[in-house]
């Protein structure tokens, strides 16, 4: 079955850096977009990044967009997200997700998420 | 950017209401909406997508509704394992996505 697991989350002070890894399983990782999306303790869902199948295609939310960089292996099956200049902001669980790749591009698997805490 | 406004952003219902929870974008986006489940302590998961179609292993009292700008997620029969927070979910295009902010749906 498909699964996605992430690593990496930890306590780090602000203006560190930290760097996420997601891995997957159960299916063609080759044909699929992956998307980070995050969500603050007690709070919403928020889109983060997203990287397409081939990697040539990446975008960000506004909200981390020049201090994250999301990359893929598809080699290793493997996805990561570059994390820089952390804030208070940025503390949440993250969470990798895989696109659908139909119209519309929904969301069909996520995984457990890794948390994130942002502190001095 | 499309705004996506979610209403109410909390519920509280009976076992067996009939349960209405909207997503209102801030301009036409097609059909390209999702709605998602996260239960309490939980991974968020997919319940209907293109506004309409019901996800694999989704009960059928769950149903959605709508296009261009308002759309509509129907639970035709509370039940205590709905117990969570719904998000609509759009495709901006152009590689982007917007979360609604939720709707927490509690048991009266």
């Known amino acids: 079955q498909v699964q996605l697991v992430e690593s990496g989350g930890g306590v780090v002070q602000p203006g560190k850096s930290l760097r996420l890894s997601c891995a997957a399983s159960?299916?063609?990782?080759?044909?699929?977009?992956i998307h980070w999306v995050r969500q603050a303790p007690g709070k919403g869902l928020e889109w983060v990044a997203v990287?397409?199948?081939?990697?040539?295609?990446?975008d960000y939310a506004d909200s981390v967009k020049g201090r994250f960089t999301i990359s893929r292996d598809n080699s290793k099956n493997t996805l990561t997200l570059q994390m820089n200049s952390l804030t208070a902001e940025d503390t949440a669980v993250y969470h990798c997700v895989r696109d659908s790749m139909l119209v519309g591009h929904h969301f069909d698997h996520w995984g457990q998420g890794t948390l994130v805490i942002v502190s001095s | 950017d499309i705004q996506m406004t979610q209403s109410p952003s909390s519920l509280s219902a009976s076992v067996g209401d009939r349960v209405t929870i909207t997503c209102r974008a801030s301009?036409?986006?097609?059909?390209?909406l999702a709605w998602y489940q996260q239960k309490p302590g939980k991974v968020p998961t997919l319940l209907i997508y293109a506004a309409s179609t019901l996800q694999s292993g989704v009960p059928s009292r769950f149903s959605g509704s709508g296009s261009g700008t308002d759309f509509t997620l129907t639970i035709s029969s509370l039940q205590p394992e709905d117990v969570a927070t719904y998000y609509c979910q759009k495709y901006n295009g152009a590689f982007t996505w917007t979360f609604g902010q939720g709707t927490k749906v509690e048991i009266k």
């Open positions: 990287i397409w199948p081939d990697g040539s295609n990446k």
């Open positions: 301009q036409g986006i097609s059909n390209y």
């Open positions: 159960g299916f063609n990782f080759n044909n699929y977009g």
